[in-house]
């Protein structure tokens, strides 16, 4: 299919809702266990000190959309890659806004359930740590500066579809057939 019909095709649906089902999906799979060889889960999650389960606890709602940024943003990291190789395609730029943008969304939803303030290019956790007190920290807001990247992505990959429209599909060498 060519460019002219538009940002999204069947293909690149397919990849995009193959990406939304391994994001959300994600939210309900313990990848902490995958990522980690210490044996520290979420607080309040449990102990596993000595091999075995030794209190189990109701699993934090926070854990939910953490685990869903988590994925996101390896899969955002990997495309990344991928686009830095590969050639910049239509496909790539849909990808890397897309993730961004679930990415986003799991990140928000977890800063909701956390409570913190938000504002522009920053938010504040408050921590009380017991013994010392409450403590206010000021991060970064990656969720925003996602946002912003994937603003640029669909704004290039738009001037990509606007520069191709009237040009006749490249096809693969080997295939014959339209990438």
């Not at 956790?125 to 970064?140: A, H, L, N, Y």
């Not at 096809?171 to 339209?178: C, E, K, N, Q, V």
Request: proline share 4%.
């Amino acid at each position: 299919m060519s460019s002219s019909a538009g940002l999204l095709d069947r293909r690149r649906a397919l990849l995009l809702a193959l990406i939304t089902v391994l994001v959300l999906g994600s939210s309900v799979v313990p990848v902490e266990h995958f990522i980690s060889d210490v044996s520290v889960h979420p607080s309040g999650y449990g102990d596993v000190s000595s091999g075995r389960v030794s209190s189990t606890y109701a699993v934090p709602l926070w854990v939910f959309p953490w685990r869903a940024a988590l994925v996101g943003t390896l899969i955002l990291f990997a495309s990344m890659m991928a686009a830095y190789v590969a050639r910049r395609s239509l496909t790539g730029k849909l990808v890397l806004a897309y993730t961004s943008l679930l990415v986003v969304a799991a990140h928000y939803v977890h800063v909701a359930v956390l409570g913190a303030e938000v504002g522009i290019l920053t938010y504040r956790v408050d921590v009380v740590v017991p013994g010392v007190g409450e403590t206010s920290q000021w991060f970064i807001d990656v969720g925003q500066l996602l946002a912003i990247y994937a603003g640029y992505e669909l704004y290039t990959a738009r001037k990509l579809v606007r520069a191709t429209s009237g040009k006749a599909p490249r096809t693969s060498s080997r295939t014959g057939r339209s990438p």
